[in-house]
């Protein structure tokens, strides 16, 4: 009994150690600080067995190494986890339209407008990068890109120079929003 006590015991230790180490190859310290976003790992209505990632919030303050208060958005701030969150990383591939008679279509995100450098282009560019043209064409190039520097700017802009609208049926429906039909 006690020899097998002793290998049950060695097994044990020798299997954590196992466990351990596969766990901590991909494991990564999570930290955040107050203002980041945020997706948070909450139930939805139907219980624990119901989890689902919600958000974006922000960071209101930081608990501890692993406890935040994070805003929801909605008016409530939750006490979580480092564990039940993850940075949020807003998708710019797609892109999503809002018909005026649409009313039930969540939060909208806008993208956040940072700052940006309003310096004249030629004073932005790199001159090691022109060193292939002769002074001639190095000068009538800068002159060009800053005479022409509202078409050269780093900040995102509106663009009116197309409007284009999507004309649809009144019996249109999203589908999503179709029933669901067995086959």
Not at 64 to 84: E, Q, T
Not at 90 to 106: K, P, S, T
Request: with cysteine.
């Amino acid at each position: 009994m006690e020899t097998a006590a002793n290998f049950a015991e060695q097994h044990a230790k020798h299997a954590q150690t196992d466990y351990v180490a596969h766990y901590n190859l991909r494991a990564q310290d999570k930290q955040f600080g107050e203002g980041d976003q945020v997706i948070v790992l909450a139930p939805e209505g139907g219980g624990k067995l119901t989890n689902r990632w919600q958000g974006p919030g922000t960071i209101v303050k930081v608990k501890s190494p692993r406890s935040y208060l994070i805003d929801m958005g909605n008016g409530s701030v939750r006490h979580v986890h480092a564990n039940k969150v993850r940075k949020f990383v807003a998708r710019v591939q797609g892109c999503g339209i809002i018909a005026e008679r649409d009313c039930e279509f969540g939060r909208v995100l806008l993208p956040v407008s940072g700052d940006y450098n309003s310096d004249l282009p030629s004073n932005r560019i790199d001159c090691d990068k022109l060193n292939h043209h002769d002074i001639p064409q190095r000068n009538d190039l800068i002159r060009l890109l800053d005479e022409f520097a509202d078409c050269f700017v780093d900040k995102p802009g509106f663009c009116n120079v197309v409007t284009h609208h999507i004309v649809t049926s009144e019996e249109f429906v999203p589908k999503r929003m179709r029933p669901y039909r067995k086959p």
